[in-house]
């Protein structure tokens, strides 16, 4: 018997919550863990190290690393302007953060595509300069990227404003320039933060679908990304192989978040 | 090291945090800022510290102007108020952070940090902590780390910021005996920012009054006690009684308690401090009444109602007074101030 | 002279420049486009884009799909949060992982999933169209696939308040002889409605726009199961670009609603 509680309502919340959750969530995921079998483990093993398919996952977890890492620098500069700094305008710069969260996905592509197009706005000038960003592996890095900064100035932005300035002035009082104060002491409090964000940036980055197809050029081999070779698999009645690669995406990004996981668990020692 | 402070102005928006501050600080002595929050004790300490900058005024150390030194460059230890350790460090870490940061010229070797990362450890009384981790700390402990890091880069001035605020009462005393002891023992300068009157009046060589951005008064306790330079010292210090009074021929008369000296003020309205040991309760038939009676940790205390007022004061010597009992008070002494 | 935490003003007003420039080439250009894409050939054009049947059955769709799923949600993330705030059970943490575990799924294995699962080879496709019922490739797919997509929003955002809040206040109530609907529309429901309702904004928004997930399961019908995310693809690629970034302009206007909104409530 459960322990009488003084609220109601325990039973009925988690019976809706299970309800809810076993009907839109773990019962289909069962499918996907279950489906891929009918190849067999040969024909599971097969399917997923096609050179099609190695070239694909290659592509989707090199990009979303990339773009991850180029997210980090980014996203710390954005956070901490945000928080440390009073400027005309700051206000609307903070809630543009948040745009790649709120636009559409497919919007997004499309507006990134016109914008790095050889004629684009950006992409012209870069063309000029020999660098082709639209319909290559760059042009998937800078679709995931995009999608990706808000992840890291949202998980900076509340520790840093927590930190507050006393741990700085402790380290000025004990005669540390800004350079070293800002390395040994603030950067090192960020630690954990900087690793969650990026890895949500990363797990965001591998699925992604929308923002990336309009300007990866989708080329086998080359600028194909996993999920899309998913869509392929369908479009040819191959649910099987298509679980099979969708496990596997699933997994690999699963295996990912468990290591930054791991580094952000290190590099928390002593803080809250 | 001495420290002199002279026409210290410092401005937050409209208001004014320091107004024209002067404090002179003798090498070697331990002084109290002492005073409300919101007196400016605390930005008073920043300023020394190089983490604030006066509007105008002179801060100097040992005979140099401090305006164009940067925190940093100092030399001056400084243990805030909720210690503001580096989390993501060790006890040792935190400790050595000064000496590891210096340039390379300067730097002493690793195994020279550690060994005066020891030393100092032994010296807060931590032997063995160095590698814990602040937040698996006491209060207490964090508060001697905090101590500790700040002396690593052995400064010739101790600031503390209220460095007793965040701890339980017993830790407090035991500490406070403690940090006077190594004050003396090292040979500091130091100044402490507190709002707690028993704490300043208990430890410091001198405590500073500070009020509205100003050091009212800076004498040694007993001084501060006997003679307060106004009716606000006087209000605040020592749990003084404020009552009215006339004051005429030199002498300050009350309602209904007997006349006292009040030489060189001047005559008219007036208002009397009185604290408790200067009020002796004494048995027999008179103007008050014990209106009740406890034991603090001092002796007896009496209330006892006089009039319209309700009075702290201390029993005669040989009296066990009873409540409703009445009695007679005698006023040993008295601070006056025109009203 | 400086403070000991402060940088020299010219690498303060450099760092500003950065992040401006930062967001402005990164986050704002692209948005931009959109819009100039848009107009390319004046307003006219781009308002008749909007005003194709075949659009604006996308649109009553989109909104269709999301006055269905986004009330779902609601229920459930409300539920949910009740329980995790405000109880300890066991298996609390696991449920709090499991709710959040469709943020870190691709859209398009959301889509996939109900295809295994309904498909015309998945596990209960021959049953269901036996029966006459479609579910991929018809709204009942649109609809569920958008639920997963979108279903954390609301457990978000509601959870760490009213964790923060804990439960005194509805202990409170309950002393006071507040029976378990009356505690929940007096007590915790005025307490957590701008975080509600700020999870409920960026749940319509993710709903609206969701294009991976949909992709999946939609078929691709034209005036029939394209919502607007989806009906822009197929402009697109059929070269009818002003048409394509009218409809992303209406979609990113919609973007810029909702920012608008959750910033407004975060102030409130």
């Not at chain 1, 996993?226 to 990004?253: F, K, N």
């Not at chain 2, 006066?54 to 100092?74: E, F, K, N, Q, T």
């Not at chain 2, 702290?312 to 009445?326: D, F, I, K, L, T």
């Not at chain 3, 990164?26 to 005003?51: I, K």
Request: hydrophobic fraction near 55%; aromatic fraction near 8%; glycine fraction near 10%.
């Amino acid at each position: 018997m459960r322990r009488r509680d003084a609220l109601p309502g325990l039973g009925l919340a988690l019976g809706v919550t299970w309800l809810w959750l076993g009907l839109i969530v773990l019962v289909p995921l069962a499918a996907l863990a279950i489906r891929p079998w009918e190849l067999g483990l040969a024909g599971v093993w097969a399917s997923v190290t096609e050179p099609r398919v190695l070239a694909s996952l290659r592509l989707s977890f090199g990009a979303a690393l990339v773009a991850a890492l180029v997210d980090l620098p980014l996203g710390l500069l954005v956070a901490w302007v945000v928080v440390r700094y009073r400027f005309p305008g700051r206000r609307v710069l903070d809630a543009a953060i948040d745009l790649p969260f709120a636009l559409p996905t497919a919007v997004a592509g499309l507006a990134l595509t016109a914008l790095y197009a050889p004629n684009g706005w950006l992409g012209a000038p870069l063309a000029a300069l020999g660098v082709k960003v639209a319909f290559t592996p760059l042009g998937v890095a800078v679709a995931l990227a995009f999608v990706g900064l808000p992840f890291i100035v949202r998980m900076v932005e509340p520790v840093l404003r927590d930190l507050g300035p006393e741990a700085e002035e402790a380290a000025a009082t004990l005669g540390a320039t800004r350079w070293q104060a800002w390395r040994l002491v603030v950067l090192p409090a960020l630690g954990p933060a900087l690793v969650a964000g990026v890895g949500l940036a990363f797990a965001r980055a591998v699925g992604e679908y929308g923002s990336v197809i309009f300007i990866a050029g989708n080329r086998p081999m080359e600028s194909e990304i996993a999920p899309l070779l998913i869509v392929a698999r369908l479009e040819q009645y191959d649910y099987a192989g298509a679980a099979a690669l969708g496990l596997a995406l699933l997994l690999l990004s699963f295996a990912l978040l468990l290591v930054f996981g791991a580094m952000q668990r290190r590099l928390r020692r002593g803080l809250p | 090291m001495t420290i002199v402070v002279s026409e210290l102005r410092r401005r937050f928006g409209g208001v004014a945090a320091l107004d024209g501050v002067e404090l002179s600080v003798r090498s070697g002595e331990f002084v109290a800022l002492l005073g409300a929050s919101g007196s400016g004790k605390t930005t008073l300490l920043r300023a020394l510290a190089g983490l604030e900058f006066p509007d105008a005024g002179r801060i100097l150390i040992d005979g140099r102007d401090m305006a164009s030194v940067p925190a940093r460059a100092r030399g001056i230890g400084f243990v805030f108020q909720n210690y503001a350790l580096f989390r993501h460090m060790t006890v040792a870490g935190n400790i050595g952070f000064g000496l590891r940061i210096r340039p390379w010229r300067s730097r002493p070797s690793r195994a020279e940090i550690a060994r005066r990362v020891e030393e100092l450890l032994e010296l807060v009384r931590l032997p063995g902590l160095g590698g814990r981790y602040p937040d698996q700390l006491s209060g207490g402990q964090r508060q001697r780390v905090a101590l500790a890091r700040a002396l690593a880069i052995e400064p010739r001035v101790l600031l503390l910021d209220e460095p007793f605020g965040a701890l339980d009462a017993t830790v407090r005393r035991e500490l406070r005996l403690w940090l006077r002891g190594l004050h003396d023992r090292l040979g500091l300068t130091s100044l402490f920012v507190t709002h707690d009157q028993d704490e300043a009046l208990e430890l410091a060589d001198r405590v500073a009054v500070m009020r509205d951005g100003r050091v009212v008064q800076c004498d040694t306790p007993e001084a501060l006690l006997a003679r307060p330079a106004d009716a606000g010292v006087a209000g605040f210090l020592g749990d003084a009684a404020r009552l009215g009074c006339e004051v005429r021929g030199g002498m300050a008369w009350f309602a209904a308690l007997p006349p006292v000296p009040a030489e060189g003020v001047a005559e008219g309205q007036a208002v009397a401090f009185l604290r408790p040991v200067d009020l002796l309760a004494e048995p027999g038939e008179g103007e008050a009444r014990v209106a009740a009676s406890r034991q603090d940790g001092r002796g007896v205390r009496l209330t006892v109602a006089v009039g319209e007022s309700l009075l702290e004061a201390v029993p005669a010597p040989g009296w066990q007074p009873r409540r409703g009992e009445a009695c007679r008070v005698r006023v040993l002494a008295a601070r006056v101030f025109p009203a | 002279m400086r403070r000991p935490t402060e940088e020299p003003a010219w690498l303060r007003w450099l760092l500003c420049l950065l992040a401006v420039a930062v967001l402005g080439v990164f986050l704002v250009l692209p948005l931009a486009a959109v819009f100039a894409e848009a107009f390319r050939r004046g307003v006219a054009p781009a308002l008749a884009a909007l005003g194709d049947p075949d659009a604006l059955a996308a649109i009553r769709l989109t909104l269709l799909v999301a006055a269905i799923a986004v009330p779902v949600n609601l229920v459930g993330g409300v539920a949910a949060a009740w329980a995790i705030a405000k109880f300890d059970f066991p298996g609390r943490r696991l449920l709090t992982t499991l709710i959040e575990l469709p943020f870190s799924v691709s859209p398009v294995i959301s889509g996939l999933v109900y295809v295994l699962v309904f498909g015309a080879q998945g596990w209960l496709g021959p049953w269901l169209e036996e029966r006459g019922i479609q579910v991929v490739f018809a709204l009942p797919g649109l609809v569920l696939a958008t639920i997963f997509v979108t279903f954390p929003f609301v457990a978000r955002t509601v959870i760490p308040l009213m964790q923060e809040q804990g439960r005194t206040e509805e202990e409170a109530a309950a002393t006071l002889g507040a029976g378990g609907w009356r505690m929940a529309w007096h007590v915790t429901l005025p307490n957590i409605r701008w975080a509600l309702l700020s999870g409920v904004l960026l749940c319509n928004a993710r709903a609206m726009g969701e294009f991976g997930a949909v992709s999946v399961v939609s078929g691709h019908v034209r005036g029939e199961t394209n919502t607007m995310p989806l009906h822009i693809e197929i402009l697109y690629n059929e070269y009818q670009f002003v048409a394509a970034f009218a409809v992303a302009g209406l979609l990113a206007l919609l973007a810029l609603l909702t920012l608008a909104a959750k910033s407004l409530l975060e102030r409130a």
